[in-house]
């Protein structure tokens, strides 16, 4: 079985401040994706990571893919409150993906 | 266009009774998938659904967990029996096809189970 952990479950922060979640696994996948969910709606894919070693970014967030494929970081410089969500990371494999169970994020004003 | 839909957003049950979750994929994807989410948790994978090709029923917690689609319209996933651990968001997501990795998903239907 494909598990993925993140780390950390909640972090709270204030506006601003830089921050780094983790996503984890034993596996190898043959993607990686990140998605952020916000209370009552279903998660919306931010980026989709390949390669090994890749670097991603959008805006101020900076997603890693690890060069084994076994591991991301998602990566926030001064956080906004427009951030605030469940930020889940999923590994692909064929058709399949494996969710991890997410980090919520608050960012404080 | 239209994103995926899903009816109800909400719904509540007592426990023993059936329910049916509708969802609606955006037109022209081929593939769709049912998810659970538990408070706290992330999502579980129940079912996948590609063109016309048999469905992997694989991620199904029950026999009391059905699903239908026809062809690459809408979709069904009827729980018989409801029990109070089914009580969960319920997420469909559709894709473009084989070769596309983005899942777009709908609102969900939050169930609760009394």
């Known amino acids: 079985t494909q598990l993925l952990e993140q780390s950390p479950q909640f972090l709270s922060i204030q506006e601003g401040e830089n921050l780094t979640v983790y996503c984890n696994s034993s596996?190898?996948?043959?993607?990686l994706q990140w998605y952020r969910q916000e209370p009552g709606e279903g998660p919306v894919l931010l980026v989709t990571v390949v390669t090994g070693g890749e670097v991603k970014k959008l805006k101020r967030l900076t997603f890693q893919f690890g060069d084994a494929r076994k591991d991301s970081s998602l990566h926030i410089t001064a956080a906004q409150p427009g951030d605030t969500g469940l930020y889940l990371c999923?590994?692909?494999?064929?058709?399949?993906?494996?969710f991890g169970k997410g980090t919520l994020l608050t960012v404080n004003p | 266009g239209a994103g995926v839909s899903q009816s109800p957003s909400n719904k509540v049950t007592e426990k023993g009774k059936d329910v049916e979750l509708r969802c609606d994929p955006i037109s022209g994807h081929t593939a769709l998938y049912w998810y659970r989410q538990r408070l706290g948790q992330g999502l579980e994978f129940l079912i996948y659904f590609q063109g016309n090709s048999a469905p992997d029923k694989s991620g199904l917690p029950s026999d009391r967990f059905s699903a239908e689609r026809t062809g690459e319209s809408v979709s069904t996933l009827t729980i018989q029996r409801t029990q109070q651990e089914d009580s969960a968001v319920y997420l469909c997501a559709s894709i473009a096809g084989r070769s596309s990795y983005e899942q777009y998903f709908g609102p969900g239907t939050r169930l609760t189970v009394t």
């Open positions: 596996s190898v996948f043959s993607s």
């Open positions: 999923a590994g692909g494999s064929n058709y399949k993906l494996t």
